[in-house]
């Protein structure tokens, strides 16, 4: 006699995770800087370091014209809670006992002064970004990871070197508009999101789109996603909600990389 076969489990009994609340601004604090940990560890690991270069910042929870920043010239595989660093409005180091850098200042102060709407940003020298941007070329609409970008990035297409004036920050922040994310042109990415492993992901698998544009070109003639079909995958996958939920495993997967670090 053949057994039944199992009901299906009620969908609210399923397992689903989502971003946290928190019932205290201490509590918000502490996370984003946990956070902003792993993404910076995870940075090191994926080899995305250049010198003193790259930072990723977290905006305060309670003073929102101030953030969390990655310390000048410490490595993203060694940086503990404790070595980051809160500055303010005008750059001046507020918590913290090191120096920030002073293109991460110029670049993320403006950034999340256009944009109140953006928790955390992400920039670093990794290597398929500044190829692609070396290029001068927006990302293509060949896979469907790279459609969560399609009309929903820009090229900033200037360089006049090291980025230490606020003014070219504002004009980065004005090129990035509303979108996740903007090339630098000869320099690298920078991305956006809501929270820190929103941004952490848009940045991540911006950099492996880049290295599949680069690639698929180098091969052959790659084939398009049509318009409207980049549109529809861009309005499944582009939203930072979907960032978040696809960082979580990622950030899991790689415990190795901060353990010890929050």
Request: glycine share 6%.
């Amino acid at each position: 006699m053949t057994n039944p076969p199992p009901s299906p489990v009620p969908v609210d009994q399923l397992q689903f995770a989502l971003p946290q609340k928190f019932e205290t601004v201490e509590e918000e604090r502490r996370h984003r800087k946990e956070r902003l940990v792993v993404a910076l560890r995870l940075f090191g690991k994926f080899g995305f370091e250049e010198g003193v270069a790259g930072h990723i910042t977290a905006r305060d929870p309670e003073w929102t014209d101030h953030f969390w920043v990655n310390p000048f010239a410490m490595s993203f595989k060694q940086i503990t809670v404790d070595d980051l660093i809160l500055v303010n409005h005008e750059g001046q180091v507020v918590q913290g006992r090191h120096h920030v850098n002073a293109a991460a200042f110029a670049i993320h102060s403006q950034v999340h002064a256009a944009r109140p709407d953006v928790v955390a940003a992400a920039h670093s020298h990794s290597l398929y970004g500044k190829t692609l941007s070396s290029l001068g070329e927006l990302l293509e609409p060949l896979t469907q990871d790279v459609c969560a970008f399609y009309e929903s990035h820009a090229l900033f297409d200037d360089y006049t070197g090291v980025v230490l004036d606020q003014e070219e920050g504002r004009r980065i922040a004005a090129t990035l508009g509303g979108h996740k994310a903007v090339i630098l042109r000869n320099h690298g990415l920078l991305t956006v999101g809501d929270s820190v492993d929103a941004a952490a992901w848009w940045f991540i698998t911006m950099e492996r789109s880049c290295q599949v544009q680069l690639m698929a070109k180098a091969a052959g003639k790659p084939v398009h996603v049509d318009h409207d079909s980049a549109v529809l995958t861009r309005d499944q996958l582009g939203n930072d909600l979907v960032a978040w939920i696809n960082y979580q495993p990622l950030a899991a997967g790689h415990a190795d990389a901060y353990q010890g670090a929050l």
